[in-house]
């Protein structure tokens, strides 16, 4: 996992190892282009506070990690067109889940 003080920078990181991601809350599928344009407004727009960071994984996922809390809420992951490729994440809060359970353990949503 790597930490950025900006979206765009996040998005650089992982650019090469999908061309599209997916939202985990909405379902929205992006291209790099439309993500780097994202990136750019929100960088412009909002100023880093210090407690929150961008994350970036080597499997191609976009997150923001707070460290208030220490919670990761996944932003963008690689839609790659499997069927069940948010099973690693919470459709609720959009954390990324690390075990497989019966309730989230960020925000305590049932898992289907």
């Not at 929100?42 to 210090?50: A, C």
């Not at 994350?55 to 976009?62: A, D, L, M, N």
Request: aromatic share 12%; charged share 20%; net charge negative.
């Amino acid at each position: 996992m790597e930490g950025f003080k900006s979206l765009r920078s996040a998005v650089l990181s992982v650019m090469t190892v999908t061309s599209n991601w997916k939202g985990p809350l909405t379902g929205e599928v992006f291209d790099l282009n439309e993500l780097l344009n994202m990136g750019n407004l929100y960088d412009e727009t909002f100023k880093p506070d210090g407690w929150n960071y961008f994350v970036s994984f080597p499997t191609g996922e976009i997150g923001v990690l707070s460290t208030d809390d220490n919670q990761i809420v996944m932003l963008f992951v690689p839609d790659n067109g499997a069927p069940n490729e948010r099973a690693n994440f919470c459709d609720k809060c959009g954390s990324h889940l690390f075990r497989p359970g019966k309730f989230c353990p960020y925000c305590g949503a049932k898992m289907e």
